[in-house]
T-cell receptor, first 113, second 113 residues
Framework: KAGVTQTPRYLIKTRGQQVTLSCSPI?????VSWYQQTPGQGLQFLFE???????NKGNFPGRFSGRQFSNSRSEMNVSTLELGDSALYLC????????????FGDGTRLSIL | DQQVKQNSPSLSVQEGRISILNCDYT??????FLWYKKYPAEGPTFLIS?????DKNEDGRFTVFLNKSAKHLSLHIVPSQPGDSAVYFC????????????FGTGTRLKVLA
């Protein structure tokens, strides 16, 4: 069974640009969450999508947005990139809500120059 | 407001001994808890979970204990192996609320051969 796939694995951008990251969840999983990981900060929750609807949102500025398609694939967009956006962005999927573990992809490493 | 805390950034244990990783939470609405292991350049891997109706869950060498009154959970690894060296994250969620997972900042475990 294929795991969660994130593309691209690595990305280098400059300040002011925008970026789109992609996540394909495990087949059958309808919930997709996005996290930002920076050194010493753990995994900071960005947002969660379920059946194409954003169900939860973390404390990030509006420059961070996302969407989910009918096949549960999800994209995350960051506009007007800042140096502080350099991080590992992780996507996780789960079957449904409730007592379900999330399964993570290997992340996209975003570096802002 | 860090609702899930892992107060030990690092831990070193001899091979064959017990590793105990701790996690504290503040939100009494949390009722589902998970532990993840993360190797460098990979996404977190789900290890074990526990719901609030239990106080212990075991899976092979891994056991998670939950003390609801103290809002504390711990992960025991017995016996510890060098391959267990990784960063361990605990996470919590409220299945009756927003379904989002809140992660701790992680504990780096080093198992010495």
């Amino acid at each position: 069974k294929a795991g969660v796939t994130q593309t691209p694995r690595y990305l280098i951008k400059t300040r002011g640009q925008q970026v789109t990251l992609s996540c394909s969840p495990i087949s059958g999983h309808r919930s997709v969450s996005w996290y930002q990981q920076t050194p010493g900060q753990g995994l900071q929750f960005l947002f969660e999508y379920f059946s194409e609807t954003q169900r939860n949102k973390g404390n990030f500025p509006g420059r961070f947005s996302g969407r989910q398609f009918s096949n549960s694939r999800s994209e995350m967009n960051v506009s007007t990139l800042e140096l502080g956006d350099s991080a590992l962005y992780l996507c996780a999927s789960s079957l449904e809500a409730g007592y379900q573990p999330q399964h993570f992809g290997d992340g996209t490493r975003l570096s802002i120059l | 407001d860090q609702q899930v805390k892992q107060n030990s950034p690092s831990l070193s244990v001899q091979e064959g001994r017990i590793s105990i990783l701790n996690c504290d939470y503040t939100n009494s609405m949390f009722d589902y808890f998970l532990w993840y292991k993360k190797y460098p350049a990979e996404g977190p891997t789900f290890l074990i979970s526990i719901s609030s109706i239990k106080d212990k869950n075991e899976d092979g060498r891994f056991t998670v204990f939950l003390n609801k009154s103290a809002k504390h959970l711990s992960l025991h690894i017995v016996p510890s192996q060098p391959g267990d060296s990784a960063v361990y994250f605990c996470a919590a969620s409220s299945t009756s609320g927003t379904y989002k997972y809140i992660f701790g900042t992680g504990t780096r475990l080093k198992v010495l051969a």
